[in-house]
């Protein structure tokens, strides 16, 4: 015979909601499905360290999928689809609706440059018989991590003579690779002594490079002289060339599975690969959407979404009201009915470190994607704190469509914070809000997420973009 619930227990259920929201409701084939999903993931991952190699990924996917340049001065109808390649460092995604452009347009929103050590401008530099790179971070590092560990070289170098030469060194397994130092601990008394802002300058994350003098010679210099040999021998540059370029050191790292049962994944540059990847498969996977679905890769997230290639600038705008012009219509009228999935990780509840974060209302691994209603700091400052009426259409959007979801604020209340993209395109007079994926170790060379959150996401998306 069952047993009977107590009356307390059947009010609970009607009335009481589990404070995390969520929980491994998937079966057996789901898991598996998302796990088949999150090889593809870690595949992306290798292969897109910057927002310059997300792009050409994007766009190659995209023209596989049927996507053409968007041509401004062309009509589209439902049913086409279009990329938008923004100085290939930024790319708009979209597939036309079967309703009209001034029922709004739905909006996935996310970044593709992670926190990294970038190359100053003039960065080659002997010492001591030891060449390196000078470097300048980008993004909120904690800068001891970026210490001791395998990096790898990516980015430009573009010559006065108009050319551009592509580098990738350091990822393949015949590559060499590279690497800041740290004191040793026989000799780094006086370093523990300083706070962690003290111990690890930016100035001294200089990058390890070479060491072998160039021969036959009694000139100074020659380890130095020996490298720009190697460069120019390889790339065909001269030490000028380094002014305009945008070389960056990014962790050599591939990425991997993580614990016994598999269930995470490790890598450098979740942050913010981990909603790019869904937001843009799941746009390749939508057939045609009442509502016109536009996915947007952003750059510069990581330093205030500054620039022609952040979401501060009007590109948005631009392709926007590009894409209305033929109707008749203005960019404004689409915007003002616009929807959209700021699409940004999330800190994951680490129970090493709870101290900073309010339990009721963090994200957890493996509770599902997380939305936010605000992001911000110090009393929801710079956030876009979306509306009660948004949240509650978000709500009923992944309740009804099963999706595995959990509510989550970034810490507790003056722990610090952090913001993303929302903001930017809310200005545009957006409905807005956060939904993303939870991270442990964000900002990290090496960041771990829950591979059945990455799939919820995926989910998420898709059933935005087709609402
Ligand atoms: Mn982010
Ligand atoms: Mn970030």
Not at 181 to 203: N, R, V
């Amino acid at each position: 015979m069952a047993e009977e619930k107590s009356k307390a227990k059947l009010l609970k259920e009607e009335l009481l909601m589990d404070p995390k929201n969520g929980g491994i409701v998937l079966t057996d084939k789901e898991i598996s499905k998302a796990f088949a999903y999150c090889d593809e993931y870690k595949n992306f991952l290798n292969n897109a360290k910057t927002e310059r190699e997300a792009v050409t990924y994007a766009m190659t996917a995209a023209e596989k999928n049927g996507f053409k340049p968007f041509d401004k001065a062309k009509k589209y109808h439902k049913g086409d689809k279009v990329f938008y390649n923004n100085r290939g460092k930024s790319i708009i995604l979209a597939v036309i609706g079967s309703k009209p452009l001034d029922e709004g347009v739905h909006i996935a929103a996310s970044h593709i440059d992670s926190p990294r050590l970038d190359l100053k401008q003039r960065p080659l530099y002997e010492e001591a018989q030891i060449a390196e790179f000078k470097t300048h971070y980008y993004g909120g590092i904690k800068k001891y991590q970026w210490t001791a560990i395998p990096l790898a070289l990516h980015g430009v170098i573009a010559k006065s003579d108009g050319t551009t030469i592509t580098v990738n060194l350091g990822e393949d397994e015949n590559d060499p690779q590279f690497c800041v130092t740290d004191l040793l601990p026989h000799l780094d008394k006086a370093q523990g002594k300083k706070t962690m802002s003290e111990a690890f300058t930016g100035e001294q994350l200089n990058v390890i490079i070479g060491s072998l003098p160039f021969r036959d010679d009694k000139e100074s210099e020659l380890v130095k002289l020996n490298i720009i040999k190697i460069l120019n021998e390889k790339y065909g540059i001269t030490e000028s060339d380094f002014l305009s370029a945008e070389l960056t050191m990014v962790p050599a790292f591939k990425a991997v599975d993580i614990g016994f049962d598999r269930s995470l994944i490790g890598s450098y540059g979740h942050d913010d690969r981990v909603c790019a990847y869904p937001a843009l498969t799941s746009l390749f996977d939508l057939k045609v959407p009442e509502i016109t679905s536009i996915c947007v890769l952003a750059d510069k997230e990581e330093i205030g979404s500054e620039g022609n290639t952040g979401l501060i600038s009007a590109f948005l705008k631009y392709f926007i009201a590009d894409l209305a012009r033929p109707y008749g219509l203005m960019g404004r009228d689409v915007l003002s009915a616009s929807k959209c999935l700021s699409a940004d990780v999330t800190a994951a509840f680490d129970p090493t470190y709870p101290d900073v974060m309010e339990k009721r209302n963090a994200a957890y691994l493996n509770y599902g994607v997380a939305v936010s209603k605000y992001t911000g700091h110090g009393g929801k400052y710079d956030t876009s704190d979306a509306s009660a009426e948004y949240t509650a259409w978000v709500r009923n959007l992944l309740d009804s469509n099963n999706i595995m979801w959990q509510y989550a604020e970034l810490g507790k209340v003056d722990q610090g914070g952090g913001g993303t993209v929302a903001k930017y395109i809310a200005q545009l007079d957006v409905d807005t809000i956060d939904v993303g994926v939870p991270v442990l170790s964000m900002h990290a060379p090496f960041e771990i997420v829950a591979k059945l959150d990455v799939y919820a996401a995926y989910k998420a998306f898709f059933e935005f973009y087709k609402a």
